[in-house]
């Protein structure tokens, strides 16, 4: 009987125990907030104004969550977003939070936290999840998305539009300043020295009995500074057309002496000099840069032009050619816009065109309201840049917001410009003179 007995009481006893487990086990279940009893939805939808490479992933969040990321210093983990081609397949991570990258925000309402996933291709389903991964332990699913998103195209670019509000703004610049010009009113624009000795320098070579030389760089038509160096050609020609002076023209691509051969017919056509254009005068040498360069030199040595003209992209061979000229004592006019090569032609040239100036030589000389429009609009543009600059620099010494520091230099330009305007209308007004 006593045998019985003990059996029965550790019978009831381990029982007991087993009770009084469960229930520490299920205590300890309920007082762990960090394991949900569901996963919750994820919300997907397409980034409005990009180039369809983008979806924003909205992530539900608990009340536990929610404040531990908010909180990041007591965050002992971050939130994962993976992402998949196929539901229930492999989920690769894209993206994470903390840190917040500028594309993540919350929202106190709905209790949810908002990413952007960039990167993506058009037109291919994405499946979402989104996990706690802790410092220590295994991934925690909280949310994933089951219904497939695709990426689309929106018909402009929203991250661009004051890129778009300056384009507007030149563009109406330019068109306004064209308009201005075909009505007859002058625009201003400053003296190229420069352009101003090509009559100089043609006059000097027919006096003298000798020939121009123009180089147009060393690049093909496919580089701007050699079509503007064609453009001055035009000039130049049409002078030397009008003085009875050859004009020579070496060029080291098929492409430029072709261009360059009816550059100079239009020229002294435009001269009323047909009969005196020769075909010949413009030709190919090498497209070899040194071997160019070596022909030239011993042409301007044997030939000894009086005025040499250098208009396009140079490079090495720049000081060879300006030495050379400067050798035989010709008038030498160059412009380029290689900054590494400006030096060069400063020191051993007449006048210089820096930069610009050589793209400006168009207009300057022809005088043509289309380009002179275009011009002056491309002054607007760059007046919005250095106010963009001033103001950017402003903003970050003082550390304020950019929009809030444009407004003050905004304010302040147009005072400064007022004033300047009406100064120069009191300096312009003729003074009168009483007889005495």
Known sequence: MQTSFLHILKAIACSLSIVLLSAIIANGQEAEPDQPANVKELIIKDRD???GDSLIVTVPLSDFYFKKLQDLEQADGHLLIGMSEEYGGAYRPVSQFPPNDGTWEFDEEEKTLSGRVSSLTRHSHYYFRASWEPEEGDLTLLAESTEPMQSKRQWFIGEKRNLAF?????????????????????LKVRKIAGLN???EAVGRATEMGRSVLFVPGIQDLNDIQTIAGLNILSHVAKT?????ADVEVPTSRALVMTAA???????????????AYNPDLAYYVTDEQFGYVAAVSGSMVREQPAACFYMGAFYAESLILAETGNSIGAIQVAGTAEPSQLPFF?????YTLIGEELFAASAYLSGAPEELGSLKGQDVGKIIVAIGII???IAATIDQPFSFVLTFVLIATAILLGVWWILSRETSQPSLHTPG
């Open 391 to 393: 103001t950017g620099c």
């Open 197 to 199: 000795a090509v009559d």
């Open 49 to 51: 104004w990009d180039n």
């Open 346 to 350: 400063v020191a051993a040239c007449d």
């Open 240 to 244: 030397a057309a009008e003085f009875d």
């Open 261 to 275: 051969r009816e550059t100079l017919q239009g020229s002294y056509l435009s001269a009323g000099r047909p009969d």
């Open 166 to 186: 300056v384009g507007f703004v030149i563009c109406g610049s330019v068109i306004f300043f064209i308009e201005i010009a075909k009505r007859g009113r002058p």
